[in-house]
């Protein structure tokens, strides 16, 4: 990254006394309620407080320094601190900072990107992505996949093809069709959900699931089947949509076998169901490609995107129409009732065309793909023989490892442990920022990270393993 691209931290900021750490932290825990926060525990250590961010670090407001391993929450692929995309929403914020779209309106930032992302979504099998409809995250994204789905099927004289088939574990938000697409069940179990019409098969965690002596591609061929005894359990001509992560992120970055994702397409093919790949972590170069589908060849009708197309600067989503999808919903649909004030935000477009140039310009897809993510996926070899880890594994510039009792056996801790949870904390000590899911460790960088800045992040990741190791024993 050019130095020159980032925005110096005005002088006050740097001063850290300028932040009264625990009067914010009581104000915080006294008015913020924080998504998927435990807020017994909250009070009792108060909330970090985040204050700045460069490049690939944070600092919080007693000036300790981290080096963003998540990117945010998945977002930030071009890393913090660039002016061109605070430039970009200054001049729209100037110029329009918002109209609806509406009843027959439109704006100049929202039709440029979406050409934009239309010209980088690739066609597989003369199947292309012409379409673009806004929402503000992915999880409204989700939402609005639902309803076209069932729209669509409804528009061809089907109506009763209403049930979406979505996986254990999966991720897809927070809302209540989001949330009941995911397979999360702390998630289901408050608010009583799934919402109706949406069932859920297994994942395809080779780890966890693989039986004795079976192979990687035999799992995944396995995996891919609960697909298809759901479809046969269900009725084929009640299933609208399969529904899933390319790789499951939130899940714990679990990366299916090669075999599973050609063996989905057979399936979804066979019994002509919609395909919607939620790519809100995966596109956007995270797995080496502008859209994840790419990387796995399979042929999505509608994906999901959000959080990097602004490297999550500002708010924004959306879904990739497929043209079997937009041809239904255009010519036989008429008015769709279906949107959101914010689709469209003349701001976060401009934010996100601004954002993609960076991208193009650096070459972040072909940089994960060629340059940074072999780099990473030979450093996590190496962490691989640690004696903690039971595998490490990497796809693009995301990565996972299983924490483990036994290497030799693959025995796990019990989950009341909270080994992941231990692990992370020295990570944070140390100056390193890793997720937790369970007993596995997770990570996914900005793609803007260096050699040195990788390296660095190894060996944090190391001592994290190490005295994760020693307090264990
Ligand atoms: N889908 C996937 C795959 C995600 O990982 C996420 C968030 O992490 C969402 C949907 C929800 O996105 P948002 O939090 O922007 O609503």
Redesign the pocket.
């Known amino acids: 990254m050019n130095p020159s691209t980032l925005i110096p931290p005005p002088a006050w900021v740097r001063r850290t006394e300028q932040y009264d750490t625990q009067a914010l932290q009581a104000l915080d825990s006294a008015h913020f309620i924080h998504p998927f926060t435990d807020h017994g525990d909250l009070a009792t250590r108060g909330a970090r407080v985040i204050t700045r961010a460069e490049g690939v670090y944070i600092w919080d407001s007693e000036g300790e320094k981290l080096l963003d391993a998540m990117s945010g929450?998945?977002c930030v692929n071009v890393g913090y601190g660039r002016k061109e995309l605070a430039d970009a929403a200054y001049q729209q914020m100037m110029t329009l900072p918002f109209y609806n779209s509406f009843f027959q309106t439109t704006n100049v930032p929202a039709v440029k990107l979406a050409a934009r992302l239309a010209s980088l979504a690739p066609e597989v099998d003369g199947r292309s992505f012409q379409h673009v409809f806004y929402s503000s995250?992915?999880?409204?994204?989700?939402d609005s996949n639902v309803r076209m789905v069932r729209r669509y099927w409804d528009l061809l004289g089907q109506p009763q093809r209403k049930v979406i088939i979505s996986r254990l574990n999966a991720?897809?938000?927070?809302?209540m069709a989001?949330a009941s697409l995911g397979g999360m069940s702390g998630m289901h179990a408050q608010g009583d959900l799934p919402i109706p019409k949406i069932t859920h098969i297994g994942q395809p965690y080779f780890f966890e699931n693989g039986l004795p002596g079976e192979s990687e591609a035999e799992f995944g061929l396995r995996a891919a089947g609960w697909l298809e005894a759901k479809i046969v359990e269900v009725g084929a001509d009640k299933v609208a949509a399969f529904i899933a992560?390319p790789i499951q992120?939130?899940g714990g970055v679990i990366i299916p076998p090669a075999t599973y994702w050609p063996e989905i397409q057979r399936i979804v093919d066979k019994y002509n169901i919609l395909l919607v790949s939620?790519?809100?972590?995966c596109a956007f170069g995270r797995l080496g490609h502008w859209f994840a589908y790419e990387k796995f060849g399979y042929k999505p009708d509608l994906v999901?995107f959000?959080?990097a197309v602004t490297s999550g600067y500002i708010?924004l989503?959306g879904v990739m129409v497929g043209d079997r999808v937009a041809k239904v919903l255009i010519e036989k649909g008429g008015e769709f009732n279906h949107g959101y004030t914010y689709s469209g935000h003349p701001v976060a477009c401009a934010v996100g065309l601004a954002n993609l140039a960076i991208m193009e310009r650096e070459q972040l897809p072909q940089r994960v793909r060629d340059d940074i993510g072999p780099y990473l996926a030979r450093g996590f070899e190496k962490i691989a023989e640690h004696a903690l880890v039971g595998v490490a594994e990497t796809c693009g510039f995301t990565a996972g490892l299983v924490l483990v009792k036994n290497k030799k056996r693959r025995e796990r801790f019990a989950e009341a442990l909270g080994v992941g949870m231990m692990c992370r904390g020295h990570c944070f000590q140390n100056g390193l920022i890793m997720r937790a899911v369970g007993d596995r460790m997770i990570i996914a960088p900005p793609l803007t990270m260096t050699h040195d800045d990788i390296d660095e992040m190894l060996r944090l990741i190391r001592q994290a393993l190490d005295l994760t190791q020693q307090e264990l024993h």
């Open positions: 929450l998945w995250s992915g999880s409204e994204s989700n991720y897809h938000g927070s809302t989001g992560e992120g939130a939620d790519e809100v972590i999901t959000a959080k708010p989503g």
